[in-house]
């Protein structure tokens, strides 16, 4: 059940890419900039790719439940008796999620009427990308409690090293690049920037990887030393 857990991750990596990028053409994202006609042509022209590519996207986005519910587990047998930054990470990665879904409908509602008044539409649209990108600090509480979980790991082989923990603090610090979006219409802050979006996007993407090769190696390691015990 773990090990399917884990595998969940990736499998989010992939479909939530196809749903957001060839399907609802969010990649690059349309400019804070963009005026309301031209945010209706984006939306006029995209709108059947971005109403299917959404609710993938809230499907694939249901694949991250198992993959934060295992990282809690393994965190959990850190903790033993106290599981506290295992509830906190659970719970900060439910809330992420929540927003995910949150931006998934923002874009849904932009996309389900034709003549959707201009002004309304773009407010949708600018909600929707703020959301996005703007919701970081439950993310980085779920990368500081990992790193806490590693750095207080006193087993032989830990599920975090001590590089992972590291690891993981920049991944949260990285993750708050779109913190300050909504001061921006241009630049590398805006949410289409470098910083806002492409960087924490990144990031995301290569700790999703990483992760999963620790938590699949330290769950196959762990299965391995409970049957030895048991034989």
Known sequence: MQL???WAGPLFLVTYLIAFWPLAHFMPPPSPHWSEAHVAAFFAAHRTGIRIGMVLGMVSCTLL???????????AR????SPVLAIMQFGAGVLLLVFFFVCAMLWIVAAFRPHL?????RLLNDAGWLVF??????YTLQMLCMAIAGFIDKSPHP?????????NIWVGISGAGGGIACFFMRGAFAWNGVVGFFI?????????VVNTYLLHTAVVRQAHEEATAYS
């Open 78 to 81: 850190i903790e033993r008796r």
């Open 117 to 121: 008044p201009l002004a309304t539409l």
């Open 159 to 167: 599920t975090w090293p001590r590089w992972a923990s590291y690891f």
């Open 4 to 6: 399917a857990c884990v």
């Open 200 to 208: 924490p996007l990144t990031v995301f993407a290569i700790w999703l």
């Open 133 to 138: 990108v703007m919701v970081f600090p439950e």
């Open 65 to 75: 439940f198992p993959y934060f519910a295992v990282i809690s587990v393994q965190i």
